[in-house]
DNA sequence: AGCTTGAATAAGTCATACCTTTGGGTCTAC
DNA sequence: GTAGACCCAAAGGTATGACTTATTCAAGCT
């Protein structure tokens, strides 16, 4: 998945620094220094730069250097963009984005579920709400988690939408981001797990609206959660 | 907006052959080779390949080459990508699953738009909603797309969601997309630009639920349009 | 048959030389 | 003194040759 070689750790330097705003939008970055600084060589520093040139994270510029744009320009919906950004400073301002981007979209992929799904999507999605359930019980937070991320990144195939499909790790990440920072009750909320139960269902008997409803209050409940937390 | 210089121009040729299914899934590239076909050095073919590389279209491997990866592999957000299947071959599947993610992103994002625009923000879509208003009436296709597209995108810009401002090339291209390959009617529908102005009036006048019945009911004809046009 | 080993291959990296664009300073003409 | 043309230096862009490293495949050994 991770760019290889040395522009992939070039690569993993510069992207967190520009994306925590260690190097904000103006900076002039030259080819030179970034050769002596990582002690590498043109080639290494030119494919790594090209790579956040095609990010549009950086622009570089004969007769000025290597400048890095604003952060409007960036391709917000690139996988590295969002992981860099979910690790530095504005985790909180990318969480709140996500989620809304979950609003709009779990609940449109839960109802295509119930449309489109095949019979062994069905039956993983089920197998998947049993595990909810089972290690919520437990208050086994870590399991849960990886059995959370499954269940979405599950409907999110069984819409039969490639571009939803694609947003798995996306959700993945975000959902592993509020655990890890304490975002989420220290034990499953019964009625959070009973909601997955009932979108589960729902796709089983290929019923669009109730799967939508019911992911619908999955995602708007989350994303209520997260604010209350940023906010204070 | 493109990436520069010569390793630009070797990645439009190599995206859109990819892109295409010219070069299918497993075909294996070598460098060597790229060189000579596109009489470049090394160093530009390397910095095309990481790009592609990025955007997980291909995978470089020792000993073996440059192999293309599956279609399911790809940074379907990438714009890039999206641009070059949109002139390729699935264009159809393309335009379909761009169609849902409207359907799911859009409504949503004029929802928030009724509650965070700002005040130039609905000016300027009371201003747009006139412009389509009259250049429908005139049967001006092009202004009229091109108010379309600024209409769009003035929606998902005013929802404060930074993620759904960055879908409005996406947008643009399929509106720009249909409206080329002759997927819509001749002349713009009267009740399309209706439900524009109710999307504007709803927006200006801080109503979400309205903004959004009013969006979704135009996305939703939309697909069913391209459905209706494509099963044929 | 299974394991080891080695050689061939293709990408990865480095160092260097040279090309091209462009920003800015200078010099001139008015 | 200001506007314009002009030139130079600086920075990225490209080309190339030498070398490194990982990996596959097959030959050969056990």
Chains 1, 2 share one sequence.
């Not at 970055?29 to 494919?47: I, K, P």
């Not at 790594?48 to 040139?53: D, G, K, Q, T, Y």
Request: with cysteine; glycine share 6%.
């Amino acid at each position: 998945m991770e760019i290889q070689g040395l522009p992939g750790r070039l690569l993993a330097h510069l992207g967190p620094a520009i994306a925590s705003g260690e190097l904000p939008a103006g900076t002039v970055l030259r080819a030179e220094e970034l050769e002596a600084q990582h002690g590498v060589s043109r080639t290494v520093v030119r494919e790594a730069v090209r790579i956040l040139e095609s990010m549009r994270m950086v622009e570089p510029r004969r007769r000025v250097g290597i400048t890095v744009r604003p952060r409007g320009d960036w391709d917000v919906f690139d996988p590295l963009v969002i992981r860099w950004r979910l690790a530095g400073a504005d985790r909180s301002a990318q969480l709140r984005s996500l989620g809304s981007l979950r609003v709009a979209v779990e609940p449109a992929a839960a109802a295509l579920a119930a449309r489109n799904a095949s019979d062994d999507d069905r039956r993983e999605l089920g197998a998947l709400a049993v595990e909810l359930t089972v290690t919520a019980r437990a208050a086994d937070l870590e399991s849960f988690l990886a059995h959370d991320i499954a269940f979405h990144a599950a409907v999110l195939r069984a819409s039969g939408n490639e571009m939803f499909a694609h947003l798995k790790d996306t959700v993945g990440a975000v959902l592993t981001g509020r655990t890890e920072h304490r975002l989420m009750p220290h034990r499953p909320r019964e009625y959070a797990v009973q909601l997955h139960r009932e979108v589960a269902e729902a796709i089983c008997a290929g019923e669009p609206e109730a799967a939508e409803r019911a992911m619908r209050t999955i995602v708007v409940g989350a994303l209520e959660e997260l604010d209350a937390t940023l906010t204070n």
